[in-house]
């Protein structure tokens, strides 16, 4: 019973442990002292401008940019407004080009040496259409206002210290293309902090640094307050395709550091992301920890320089351990010294066969494919489509959701290491049940069943006798170290993740000779030992648990807790209190699946999507109401019929509709162009109506051409023949030229659809949504499509 009160300890204090460190801080009045950032004060600009939404490109957006400049008039920043055009090819979407005109605010707070290169502030001001952005970006600005109130409270800096806010950052990082590829201020930097936000709470990850990051790590690990970052992180996003103003600053060869919280997604992007819902602890993490890293940038005598990456992450509080990726073969060293130790001491005790070992190798296999076929089945049996849209009924109920995962994958575990003890081969019918099942859920599962049947192979090879607890234990940690140095091959970065959680069981083991020592202390060491693991994982769990759609990567902790846990979940033979505390948390953790299926968990707070948008042909004289895929509600089902017509589907540029035929009311169309010019290249010229700050076009050239100039910006895009060249151009009422150098004669066809941030004003109106219901991005807006075609 000793063993099975310790188990739960551990698991109750790892979670509490975890649960803690992903506490932000609590805001600091605005009584705090002048050198401090204080959240109240900063929420004081935040609810200024994250009034009402404000896109690049808008009124609102204008007045939030007058506002700015204002406050950084304030603030002794001699602030400039920086227009130009942002113009590029797209890297993610081939055939895709992008661009605007921006107005980027610049102002630099004096150092005493000018001539030093200068640390930069950035954020971004702008907002997507339907949300006033509290979080994103207004977080950001308003943190950089407060951190440069608090700078000069302290005194004139060393350096410039350059604050940065782009515009059109939700329009393809438009601003940030045009400062750091156009602007000559750009030169001046030598260090560059940005801050992002993809939600509205949780706590602040700086999640992505500049190349060559040594020294840049280093100045976190020194100065930043509670920081909360790894080499993890940076590795994987790195490989992830999201993107930020920093990707555009990283490219450009600035060094720095990106920071951004992720809690509360529901909020993103959302009308619900008002300052009303900002978190202000969030926003004081945010503050405190880059005022840390920035004070002492700005003050030191040299900026950061570019050095190896190095390995790194926070443990508790503010303790980083950083060291060189080789470093990692010596950590693996001794996490294989004491695997080696333990086992040798555990079979001087209680003699075992090495085959117990590669069975407990097996078995915490099987535990977590089982655990993550479960998690995949768990996922599949929501009945939620895979996607951000789709996602939005998770989040609406998104902590009983990843409690439900939890107890899952906890329970998968703790039964796997308990039926070890007895050896039954029936276990191997859980998750090959589950694979099956997967498949009803949205059709024929190939990977749901893959892996099902991977579980199931793996418990008949490894189970069929009962293992000794040592035996098993051993077998688990050499597993850890296997995939520790696999990950060490790979990506030494990231290689921490496992061997730090393995160096700790390891330990254990040998504390405790891998288990066999009797009495209350060996229990002690290994709880003590596994909940600190545990809650160290637990901020790592729930960073992966907000990518709802890759639930399985839920694997990886689940892997990691098993090493610490394993001789703990592991009873005696016929000890059946032991065993049931892995079917209890299965039980519980599938209730709440279901729970969270049949729930209807919208409300006032988190209000369902509802997009309708008028579509209107202007030279097919023909329109629609048109929403996403699979949106339906009453409501918009009632919208979308308004007029008597059948709802299909219509293919537009960039995604397919559903559409249902309205009445057609003439709207202002976008106007095009094409003109000769002397050294045979074709400038067509794009126009949109006015009203319009969005123009989508799509160019398709029946000859071989080539792109030469986009907006006035030089380019080079290979427009193949018949193969439409899709943009999106921005806050340019004037239009844009696209310069194309054709191989030969041919033919252009242009087609244009442009936005305008309105219901059309004789159209039907729309009905009020419910409570439970809310726009999103574009919606309660006019699209219009017209064509043209030129030859020459």
Same mark, same amino acid.
């Given at each position: 019973m000793g063993r099975l009160i310790t188990l739960i300890a551990a698991l109750v204090a790892g979670a509490m442990i975890a649960w803690m460190a992903q506490q932000p801080p609590k805001p600091a009045l605005a009584s705090a002292p002048a050198t401090a950032f204080s959240a109240q004060r900063a929420m004081v600009d935040d609810r200024v401008i994250a009034a009402v939404p404000h896109p690049i490109g808008s009124d609102a957006n204008h007045a939030v940019r007058d506002d700015l400049l204002r406050r950084m008039t304030e603030l002794g920043l001699a602030p400039q407004v920086h227009r130009g055009t942002a113009a590029y090819a797209s890297? @993610?979407?081939? /055939?895709? %080009?992008?661009?605007?005109?921006?107005?980027?605010?610049?102002? #630099?707070?004096?150092?005493?040496? @000018?001539?030093?290169?200068?640390?930069?502030?950035?954020?971004?001001?702008?907002? !997507?259409?339907? =949300? =006033?952005?509290?979080? *994103? *970006? $207004?977080? &950001? #600005? !308003?943190? $950089?206002?407060?951190?440069?109130?608090?700078?000069?409270?302290? &005194?004139?800096?060393?350096?410039? !210290?350059? !604050?940065?806010?782009? *515009? /059109?950052?939700?329009?393809g990082l438009l601003g940030a293309d045009a400062f750091f590829n156009r602007d000559p201020m750009a030169r001046r930097i030598g260090f560059l902090i940005n801050m992002e936000a993809r939600g509205d709470a949780g706590r602040v990850q700086m999640f992505q640094t500049g190349a060559g990051n040594g020294q840049s790590v280093d100045l976190v690990r020194k100065t930043a307050q509670r920081p909360s970052s790894s080499s993890l992180t940076v590795f994987v996003y790195e490989h992830m395709p999201n993107d930020t103003d920093f990707t555009i600053s990283k490219r450009a060869g600035v060094a720095g550091l990106n920071y951004a919280f992720t809690g509360r997604q529901f909020d993103y992007h959302s009308p619900t992301s008002i300052p009303a819902t900002m978190d202000p602890g969030t926003l004081q993490d945010m503050g405190q920890q880059v005022l840390a890293v920035a004070d002492a940038a700005a003050y030191a005598p040299t900026l950061p320089a570019k050095t190896a990456d190095v390995v790194y992450c926070q443990v508790f509080g503010n303790l980083v351990l950083a060291y060189p990726p080789w470093v990692g073969w010596l950590v693996l060293a001794v996490a294989a010294g004491l695997i080696a130790f333990g086992? #040798?001491?555990?079979? @001087?005790?209680?003699?075992?066969?090495?085959?117990?070992?590669? @069975? /407990?190798?097996?078995?915490?296999?099987?535990?977590?494919? &089982?655990? %993550?076929?479960?998690?995949?089945?768990?996922?599949?049996?929501?009945?939620? &489509?895979?996607?951000?849209?789709?996602?939005?009924?998770l989040l609406a109920q998104v902590t009983r959701w990843e409690i439900a995962l939890i107890l899952l994958g906890l329970g998968v575990l703790l039964a796997a290491a308990a039926e070890l003890a007895r050896g039954r081969r029936l276990i191997a019918l859980a998750p090959l049940a589950a694979g099956l099942a997967s498949s009803l859920f949205g059709g024929f599962d190939p990977l749901g069943l893959g892996l099902g049947v991977a579980a199931a192979v793996v418990a008949l090879a490894a189970y069929g006798r009962p293992i000794s607890r040592a035996g098993a234990w051993s077998g688990a940690l050499i597993l850890g170290f296997i995939l520790a140095v696999g990950l060490q091959v790979v990506a030494p970065l990231a290689g921490f993740i496992l061997a730090w959680p393995l160096v700790l069981a390891a330990l254990a083991s040998a504390a405790t000779d891998a288990a066999t020592r009797k009495g209350i202390a060996p229990l002690v060491v290994i709880g003590v030992l596994a909940a600190l693991g545990l809650g160290w994982i637990g901020g790592f769990v729930h960073a992966v648990y907000t990518s709802l759609d890759l639930v399985e990567l839920l694997g990886l902790p689940l892997l990691l807790a098993a090493l610490l846990v394993w001789p703990l979940a592991q009873p005696a033979e016929g000890a059946p209190p032991e065993r049931l505390l892995g079917p209890a948390l299965l039980i519980v953790g599938l209730a709440l699946t279901a729970v969270v299926r049949f729930s209807d968990p919208y409300s006032g707070r988190f209000p369902k999507l509802a997009f309708i948008q008028y579509y209107v042909d202007m030279d097919a004289g023909r329109a629609w109401r048109i929403r996403p895929l699979n949106d339906a509600s009453p409501w918009s089902d009632a919208v979308m019929r308004t007029d008597g017509g059948k709802i299909g589907r219509l293919q537009e540029f960039m995604a397919p509709r559903e559409a249902a035929p309205a009445h057609f009311t003439p709207l202002p169309a976008a106007q095009a162009s094409l003109a000769k010019q002397a050294d045979g290249s074709l400038r067509l010229h794009l126009a949109p109506p006015a009203g319009a700050r969005t123009l989508v076009f799509q160019v398709t050239s029946n000859t071989p051409a080539t792109l030469v100039g986009l907006g006035g910006v030089p380019s080079h895009v290979t427009m193949t023949a018949g193969q439409p060249l899709l943009g999106r151009w921005v806050a340019a009422p004037q239009g844009v030229d696209l310069v194309i150098q054709p191989a030969g004669p041919g033919r252009l066809d242009v087609e244009m659809e442009a936005n305008i941030d309105a219901w059309p004003a004789g159209v039907a109106p729309l009905p009020k949504r419910p409570e439970t219901l809310m726009p999103f991005d574009v919606s309660d807006t006019a699209e219009v499509k017209t064509a043209a075609r030129f030859t020459w």
């Open positions: 890297s @993610r979407r081939k /055939g895709l %080009v992008l661009g605007g005109e921006v107005e980027n605010l610049v102002g #630099v707070l004096p150092g005493r040496d @000018r001539s030093a290169p200068a640390l930069a502030l950035m954020a971004h001001y702008d907002s !997507v259409p339907a =949300s =006033s952005g509290a979080a *994103d *970006d $207004a977080a &950001g #600005v !308003v943190s $950089a206002l407060e951190i440069v109130r608090a700078m000069r409270a302290r &005194g004139q800096p060393a350096r410039d !210290v350059i !604050v940065l806010f782009t *515009d /059109g950052e939700e329009a086992a #040798v001491r555990a079979r @001087r005790h209680e003699a075992f066969p090495w085959t117990d070992a590669l @069975r /407990g190798l097996g078995a915490c296999l099987f535990a977590v494919l &089982g655990a %993550v076929t479960l998690l995949h089945f768990a996922r599949r049996a929501t009945g939620v &489509g895979f996607g951000y849209f789709e996602q939005r009924f």
